[in-house]
């Protein structure tokens, strides 16, 4: 049986359960919104926007759980540099898992670090959840009324570069997260703002 039928099958639950699957597996892109974008031509698009949502926010939060259990590796001083990480990141960090997870990014990339720095997760899961169900709604909406601005949302083409790319900025930002000495960061920033904190560290890389 092709997706987009067993999906048809069971209605908005099948479009739940492959919109957990899609997002279950960290960095693998299943292509999940094909059978969404295909089955809101029959089922009601508000509906599907919501069920793949909720399906794909639950299905996310296992790069979440995987990057916070990575911290057991860490020694103690590193814990706290990051938790005063995540305390800097505050509300704006929400801003940036809402803007990965409603638009057709990678948003592996910033969930699995944002997971390592244990950032609030109940604030995590609202941005998350937010971001997933606008992209919901886009895809089923856009796909009712337009299958070519559709192709925007679904994608196409090889997914091994995009894989590549979001593998490798993942790495090279979870060692940027741990290199720095976010005790110190959060006081000098506290103090002199944002701006004075890089130009103080690539001062500081240039010696």
Not at 86 to 102: D, H, Q
Not at 139 to 159: H, Q
Request: charged letters at 15%; hydrophobic letters at 50%.
């Amino acid at each position: 049986m092709a997706l987009h039928e067993f999906v048809l099958s069971y209605g908005y639950f099948g479009t739940f359960i492959i919109s957990v699957l899609g997002n279950l597996i960290p960095f693998l892109p299943v292509p999940y919104l094909v059978p969404i974008f295909l089955l809101s031509e029959v089922l009601e698009p508000f509906f599907v926007g919501i069920t793949v949502g909720i399906g794909a926010s639950l299905g996310k939060c296992v790069s979440y759980a995987i990057g916070r259990g990575g911290r057991a590796v860490l020694d103690e001083k590193k814990k706290k540099e990051l938790e005063c990480f995540g305390n800097l990141l505050g509300k704006y960090g929400a801003v940036a898992v809402y803007l990965f997870a409603s638009l057709p990014l990678p948003d592996d990339i910033i969930v699995m670090p944002f997971g390592i720095i244990k950032y609030n997760f109940k604030r995590f899961f609202l941005a998350l959840l937010l971001g997933k169900l606008t992209l919901g709604m886009l895809v089923a909406y856009t796909a009712r009324y337009s299958f070519e601005y559709a192709k925007i949302f679904i994608g196409n083409g090889d997914p091994l570069p995009t894989i590549i790319v979001s593998v490798v900025f993942m790495l090279i930002m979870t060692w940027v997260i741990y290199k720095i000495d976010w005790i110190e960061a959060t006081q000098y920033i506290e103090k002199n703002g944002v701006v004075a904190y890089i130009k103080f560290m690539m001062s500081k890389r240039s010696r």
